[in-house]
């Protein structure tokens, strides 16, 4: 008897690669596809309504199918009613509105956020771009209103050139800051670009690394940029003035330098502690052996960048790492595709599925307490979505521990007690 596939929420039919929760409009926002290959599969972004069925159940209802031409999105943000899709090597700004159907049978489009200003935008030539007769590039010719259902329009706004590797071009990151004012991108050419939102005007362009960026944040007060490359280095920045790279080898002490590499780095909350702040990353080993060392995860001040605490999280290699909005519980992917909850104070695992989708997890996403005002998380403590290669999404929730409260327990010990006095009253008399 074969093993039991876990149950899918949604699947798509092309491999999808990257996963958002937009809380305001309660859209859970996908992508992926088969890129400039001519293999018939589709390029797209798609945009889910989740909805709890009972206690722990979900059921997820496609309402809108945005095409991308011939460019698969790898990697995105998204932002008051903008997403910022990670497409080769450009950055694609498309702005998402709710449309509802007047008596006239027009739409009336409800704004999921506000407008972007189209700034200067550079679009690389080839590769599966289409120029118009007139020779303009410029934003949301090739995508405005193009695909839109009566429920979801998607409008292009602008593209900016994010990656400049001039073998393969590549957008490997994305990210706004928690206000919105800025949107950094990093690539396969090391490079960290950093834009004003929404004019998209480049503030910063520095070199990172050496090779690709593999991942980045920004602290929630714009303080501080952690980036990590493939070069062993995972950076603290204030603006583009290198601050510190982190060392987590060093709580290790039997732990050689560059036998790990950084996977992935994210700043998150502490809960019921308002001022503080927490970075996690993640290590990989840098070589694949036939008994593969553990990975690990460590937790660092995220104000002074001291190390915490380091734990390792099993054996398979990490792919993606998430952090709820809370700050309590961290996700994992893996490459063999299955998925994992942590608790972040403790690094403890919570949760966990072998071999989830079967093939390397791309995108993990927390669901937040509410969204659309409604209760989304239901009798869990916790629920995450994910998305891999094999064009499943699929969510996982943790149901509620079950706890008694303190009269109860002191209640029945107070039982228990007499009941044993009774007992050997019984079989001794005169026991008492």
């Known amino acids: 008897m074969g093993k039991k596939r876990f ?3 949604y699947r798509a039919p092309f491999p999808l690669y990257t996963i958002k929760v937009d809380p305001k409009t309660g859209l859970v926002i996908t992508a992926g596809g088969g890129g400039a290959s001519k293999t018939g599969i589709k390029n797209a972004v798609h945009f889910l309504d989740l909805e709890l069925v009972g206690e722990h159940r979900y059921s997820a209802s496609l309402l809108h199918a945005h095409d991308t031409d011939t ?10 009613g903008v997403i910022a899709a990670g497409q080769d090597g450009t950055c694609s700004l498309m702005r998402f509105q709710h449309c509802t159907k007047t008596e006239g049978g027009k739409s009336a489009a409800k704004d999921a956020g506000n407008s972007v200003q189209q700034g200067t935008t550079r679009r690389r030539a080839g590769k599966g771009d289409k120029v118009g007769k007139d ?21 292009g706004l602008a593209q900016v050139q994010s990656d400049l590797n001039p073998q393969d071009p590549l ?38 690394h050496e090779g690709e960026i593999e991942d980045l944040d920004m602290s929630p007060g714009k303080k501080h940029l952690v980036t990590v490359g493939r070069d062993f280095a995972c950076s603290v920045w204030s603006g583009n003035q290198l601050a510190m790279n982190l060392k987590w080898h060093e709580t290790l002490p039997q732990m050689a330098e560059k036998t790990y590499r950084y996977m992935a780095c994210r700043f998150g909350k502490v809960e019921d502690q308002k001022e503080a702040l ?40 990490i792919s993606c790492l998430a952090v709820s909005d809370s700050g309590t519980f961290l996700g994992l992917g893996t490459v ?23 093939i390397v997890v791309t995108g993990l996403a927390f669901l937040p307490d509410s969204m659309k005002g409604k209760d989304i998380i239901g009798n869990n403590e916790t629920a995450m979505l994910s998305v891999a290669v094999d064009s499943r999404c699929q969510v996982h929730a943790v149901p509620n521990r079950r706890s008694f409260p303190i009269w109860l327990v002191l209640f029945c010990c107070g039982i228990m007690v007499v009941g044993v006095i009774l007992l050997l009253q019984y079989l001794f008399p005169g026991f008492i």
């Open 336 to 358: 063999t595709g299955s998925v994992a909850i942590y608790i972040a104070f403790s690094l403890q695992k919570l949760y966990y599925v072998q071999e989830s989708h079967g």
């Open 7 to 9: 149950p899918d929420l």
């Open 171 to 208: 957008q490997k990151v994305v990210s706004f800051s928690s206000d919105l004012s800025l949107l950094l991108t990093g690539g396969t050419d090391g490079h960290i670009r950093v834009w004003e939102f929404p004019s998209m005007k480049k503030k910063f362009d520095f070199k990172a």
């Open 71 to 80: 460019r698969a999105t790898m990697n995105m943000a998204v932002g008051d």
């Open 135 to 155: 020779g303009a590039a410029a934003s949301g010719e090739t995508s405005d209103m193009k695909d839109e259902t009566a429920k979801i329009s998607v409008t």
């Open 278 to 317: 927490r970075l996690y990353t993640v290590q990989i080993p840098h070589k694949r052996d036939r008994r593969p060392p553990p990975c690990y995860l460590t937790k660092w001040d995220g104000k002074s960048f001291l190390p915490m605490m380091t734990a390792p999280c099993g054996n398979e290699v």
